[in-house]
């Protein structure tokens, strides 16, 4: 069975970085999911989208609020996605989780594959 775990969450100063990482088990990762993403959701918020890579050609999307600041990779033969955050702002705080599915897509419902979360607090 497949599962996400994400690490790299935690504290830092408006303006810092931090490096967000979710590594896939499972050998037949690949095979079911063409998809990663990144979605955050702030207390009393809905989650929403912050950026996606397509796992076999690598393209990727962003949200206008992290263009130019946040850049997703993909390492495929450790099956790992991560999620670069530079210039870290107050807003940016949130939980932060990791999704894979079928495609890369900005909706949320197109993920079947949901990680537990980290968290990211930037104090300003």
């Known amino acids: 069975q497949v599962q996400l775990v994400e690490s790299g969450g935690g504290l830092v100063q408006a303006g810092g970085s931090l490096r967000l990482s979710c590594a896939a088990s499972?050998?037949?990762?690949?095979?079911?999911?063409?998809?990663m993403a990144w979605f955050r959701q702030a207390p009393g918020k809905e989650r929403e989208f912050v950026a996606a890579?397509?796992?076999?050609?690598?393209?990727?999307y962003y949200a206008d609020s992290v263009k130019g600041r946040f850049t997703i990779t993909r390492d495929r033969a450790k099956n790992t996605v991560y999620l670069q955050m530079n210039s870290l702002k107050s807003e940016d705080t949130a939980v932060y989780y990791c999704?894979?599915?079928?495609?890369?897509?900005?909706?949320?419902?197109?993920?079947?594959?949901w990680g537990q979360g980290t968290q990211v607090t930037v104090s300003s």
């Open positions: 890579i397509s796992w076999s050609g690598g393209s990727t």
């Open positions: 999704a894979a599915g079928p495609i890369a897509s900005t909706t949320p419902g197109e993920y079947s594959l």
């Open positions: 499972g050998r037949t990762f690949s095979r079911w999911y063409g998809g």
